[in-house]
């Protein structure tokens, strides 16, 4: 047994120095327990910075270094060989090993994946694309200052009461004539102009579930209108004698899209065929054309009647010769949604400009010949109609979801020119005046407004009754409000 040490014992028991216990105290206890929880966190042993992660599972070698020892291996004591590693070095790339000087080159990353992820299967659209994209283009601050006045409010104002609010037909024609063609509903109504006067012309009552679902004036002359009906029909109608002259057959569902090329006149169907009729003869059925599988919504001749273009809710566009055989020259499906609008260039040939519903909300310019796409804006909403200039490389567009305007752009430059707000809802037609000074937009509002937006500063007609509201009624009368 050892000796007691009475120096010991004298310390102890003198007050002078300070008695240490040998328990810690209870904030030394919780402190040593946190540090060890945050030490097994980070796979430290030695207590090191919270802040600062393990290394010892890093391949130092494809990591950024600098200096003559870049490319030098680690002593195999130091490299951890634990499945992370190992999985880690699988997937990444030798390939992103660089020298300080490669660091700044904009291209240079620290890690890069061998596999890509996985491309979407064919045919894939992102159904939440229209809720969570964000328009990229120019905003209305950003308006370049037109060479000209444009008028922001129309000049005029018609009621159309019971204008269907359907994105697939199209309701709208003005003639050579100056006669402006309004279908609602189940009637036809006819305003004229140059008096100011309203007439219903026809009116589709055998069936109380039949309406009119598109109108189109013939070109030249401007004296007989193609009326397409719900009831799968296209009635020919001579509006001077006030009589309905033919009736062609040949789709099995509603004809909602219209166009003339002289004596041939183009149907689209729900029942997704084109039919081209030769009103001259008995058998008006020329060309019956498959090609969409869904309902044809849009339908546009070039001014030199050589192509006919062809839209529809399958999300494409078709391009026809005159001369084929009901075979598209070109099918372009670069559209995501519904192609309804459909305007060739006045200025330069084979020049098409077509543009797509919600989903997509693109104008996209088209080359006829070659099937190329020149240039795609986005919009920022869905697109209905379409209309160039007659005096300047212009093209004017109407939209829906969710700014309910009309855009006037310059092309080629796409820079938004003017933007004519107005309607409540969407604007779904759209219909230039022959002589290009009026450009009548009809919209779901259950309004027409005229627009003086095209005409130059010499060809610009100030109209007296510039700002006045009428209705059209069933009796056909002009009532100011």
Known sequence: MAAFDTTDFENMMSLSTDVKSVAQTRWERKQRQQQSLVNQSFG???GSDRFIPNRSGMDHSLSLCGGDDCNSSM?????DNSDYAKLLAANTSADNVCNISDFNKSSSRILAFKNKAPAPKEGYQNSLKVLYSQYNGKKSSDLIKPSRHIASAPVRILDAPDMLDDYYLNLLSWSSSNVLAVALSQSVYLWDAATGGINELMTVDENPEDYVSSVSWIQQGGSHLAIG???NTVQLWDVQAGKQVRSLDGHSSRVGALAWNNHILTSGSRD???????????????????????????LSWSPDGQYLASGANDNTLCIFDQATSG??????????????????????RNLLASGGGTADRCIKFWNAQSGS???????????????????????????????????????????????????????????????GSLVCSGAADETLRFWNVFAAEGKRKQESSSGVSASLSKSGSLKIR
Do not use: F
């Open 272 to 298: 997704t065929t084109i039919i081209n009729h030769d009103v001259r003869i008995q058998n008006h059925v020329v060309t019956t054309m498959r090609n969409h599988s869904q309902e044809v919504c849009g």
């Open 44 to 46: 430290t042993e030695n």
């Open 327 to 348: 075979q598209p020259r070109h099918v372009l499906s670069d559209h995501q949604a519904a192609v309804k609008a459909l305007a060739w260039s006045p200025h330069e």
């Open 75 to 79: 002593n195999e004591s130091q490299v």
């Open 373 to 435: 796409l020149i240039n795609s804006i986005d919009t920022g909403s869905q697109v209905c109609a379409l209309q160039w200039s007659p005096y300047e490389k212009e093209l004017l567009s109407s939209h829906g979801y969710a700014e309910n305007q009309l855009c006037l752009w310059k092309y080629p430059t796409m820079a938004r020119v003017k933007e004519l707000r107005g309607h409540t809802s969407r604007v779904l037609h759209m219909a230039t005046s022959p002589d």
């Open 229 to 231: 009906t719900a009831n």
